[in-house]
């Protein structure tokens, strides 16, 4: 994959999955926006990357709020000229079932997993289609299409990007932006790490149990995800254009007993 000199938003680039892709494309050579709500672990993240040699600028960006992200996608272009890729990621993740909703949780996942990445392309398609090229990835989830349980309402943001992805290849692609997404299964990360809070096991022994079910016998980590996101942005994967690359080590394989 060649992303030299390539200008690369990350949203929720400071964290677990985005973390690694912030890293993974700047020591290939690209300039990263990495943004978030995390400013010292972004300010971190850019000063360690930017010692190293490499190019990232953390932004705060709360992509629920459309002025916070009208200002990214604007910062990105005054600095560095032009936009070419995003990496849509940022999202949370609320676990309970319908009968204990929260309307408050209701609208955090949507805001931030659904809202949040149309924010993002209702700024960044515009200049992409000026330039005549880019390619936007978004982050869904297997929980997009297995019902995980107490998964419902995230599972259904996840489920609205994969929508919203389809219908912009055809609004979009003919004027040069290409739309992909990938798809993780268990990804070791900080929002994994929470998702075990009270459970009645040490998380070590519930990622031990997860693992014996996933084909491979292992946990993803971030940068299996990196790896294929990298590719999906560069020229290379020029002909992938509303698909989605699922991340998750065969789970979706196994059969139902
Ligand atoms: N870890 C998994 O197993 C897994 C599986 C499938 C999908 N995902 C998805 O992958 C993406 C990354 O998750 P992760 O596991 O790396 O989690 P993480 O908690 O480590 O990272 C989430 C990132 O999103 C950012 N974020 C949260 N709310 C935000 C907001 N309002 N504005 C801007 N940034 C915000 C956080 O600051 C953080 O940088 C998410 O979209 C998540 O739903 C994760």
């Not at 010692?51 to 953390?58: D, K």
């Not at 869904?140 to 994969?162: C, L, N």
């Not at 290409?178 to 998702?195: E, K, N, Q």
């Not at 020229?235 to 979706?252: C, K, M, P």
């Amino acid at each position: 994959m060649n992303l030299q000199d390539q200008v690369i938003l990350v949203t929720g680039g400071t964290s677990g999955i985005g973390a690694a892709c912030t890293e993974l494309f700047a020591r290939n050579g690209a300039k990263v926006i990495a943004a978030s709500i995390q400013e010292e672990a972004g300010r971190e993240l850019a000063n360690r990357l930017n010692a190293a040699g490499h190019r990232c600028e953390f932004q705060y960006c709360d992509t629920s709020r459309e002025a916070d992200v009208k200002a990214t996608v604007e910062m990105a272009v005054a600095k560095f000229g032009r936009l070419d890729a995003v990496h849509a990621n940022a999202g949370v993740l609320r676990t309970q079932k319908i009968t204990d909703l929260t309307v408050e949780d209701f609208h955090i996942l949507f805001n931030v997993n659904v809202l949040g990445p149309a924010l993002i392309c209702k700024y960044a398609v515009p200049v992409m289609e000026r330039q005549g090229q880019g390619v936007i990835c978004f982050t869904t989830s297997v929980a997009a299409e297995i019902g995980f349980p107490a998964h419902g309402v995230y599972g259904a943001t996840k489920a609205a990007i994969v929508a919203l992805m389809r219908s912009l290849v055809t609004d979009h692609s003919p004027h040069g932006v290409r739309f992909v997404a990938v798809s993780p299964g268990t990804i070791d990360t900080p929002m994994l790490a929470a998702s075990c809070a009270g459970w009645d096991k040490p998380r070590e022994a519930i990622y031990a149990d997860v693992a014996q079910r996933i084909p491979v016998r292992r946990l993803g980590q971030p940068i299996d995800v990196a790896n294929t996101v990298a590719f999906l942005l560069s020229d290379q994967a020029g002909f992938i254009n509303g698909s989605v690359v699922y991340l998750e080590g065969g789970t979706r394989c196994l059969p139902p007993w």
